[in-house]
T-cell receptor, first 115, second 114 residues
Framework: AQSVAQPEDQVNVAEGNPLTVKCTYS??????LFWYVQYPNRGLQFLLK??????LVKGSYGFEAEFNKSQTSFHLKKPSALVSDSALYFC?????????????FGRGTQLTVWP | DTAVSQTPKYLVTQMGNDKSIKCEQN?????MYWYKQDSKKFLKIMFS???????INETVPNRFSPKSPDKAHLNLHINSLELGDSAVYFC?????????????FGPGTRLTVT
């Protein structure tokens, strides 16, 4: 069965500090991995994805994520957080072998960056 | 231009009523989805259509019926609304369902059942 875990409901960081939002996954095959962000009262927006190749993926707004196959993790990172990064972040996984477009989402992590 | 649009944005109705939510995408995508986000922000897929064909039908009450008149539109009709149907419903689309294309989400429809 496919599943995604985001172990932290909430992450708080000071502006200018590095941030990490954690994600681990479980899929029967090899995964495609995604990060989405949701601002208040908005739909989800795509940030970045891992398909193949370099384990470090760069995305929008200065975010990056590192795929670690041995630890089945895909943590989201940013070197220097901004107050405007405060939002709800979702990790998602798609089974590479699936013929459906189904994404399995984590429960979300609320990131708060304070000034 | 809005890529994925939904109407209405807010929907307040009484138990037992029937309501519809409409979704349109102008991205030329083949695949469209309906998600339900509950009060704890948990996101759950409900349905997916690819080129007007139903490909994902999760365990949702049969009071929920999707309809795709063409590949740019995916509507959601809900019969006999219940309190537990209160949630934010998101429509999304992707280029297709086979490849790892990202999904584009609409702004959501906040449904409140009283």
């Amino acid at each position: 069965a496919q599943s995604v875990a985001q172990p932290e409901d909430q992450v708080n960081v000071a502006e200018g500090n590095p941030l990490t939002v954690k994600c681990t996954y479980s899929v029967s095959g090899n995964p495609y991995l995604f990060w989405y962000v949701q601002y208040p009262n908005r739909g989800l927006q795509f940030l970045l994805k891992y398909i193949t190749g370099d384990n470090l993926v760069k995305g929008s707004y200065g975010f990056e994520a590192e795929f670690n196959k041995s630890q089945t993790s895909f943590h989201l990172k940013k070197p220097s957080a901004l107050v405007s990064d405060s939002a709800l972040y979702f990790c998602a996984v798609k089974d590479r072998g699936s013929t459906l477009g189904r994404l399995y989402f984590g429960r979300g992590t609320q990131l708060t960056v304070w000034p | 231009d809005t890529a994925v649009s939904q109407t209405p944005k807010y929907l307040v109705t009484q138990m037992g009523n029937d309501k519809s939510i409409k979704c349109e995408q102008n991205l030329g995508h083949d695949t469209m989805y309906w998600y339900k986000q509950d009060s704890k922000k948990f996101l759950k897929i409900m349905f997916s259509y690819n080129n007007k064909e139903l490909i994902i039908n999760e365990t949702v009450p049969n009071r929920f019926s999707p309809k795709s008149p063409d590949k740019a539109h995916l509507n959601l009709h809900i019969n006999s609304l219940e309190l537990g149907d209160s949630a934010v419903y998101f429509c999304a689309s992707s280029q297709d369902q086979l490849n790892p294309y990202e999904q584009y989400f609409g702004p959501g429809t906040r449904l409140t059942v009283t």
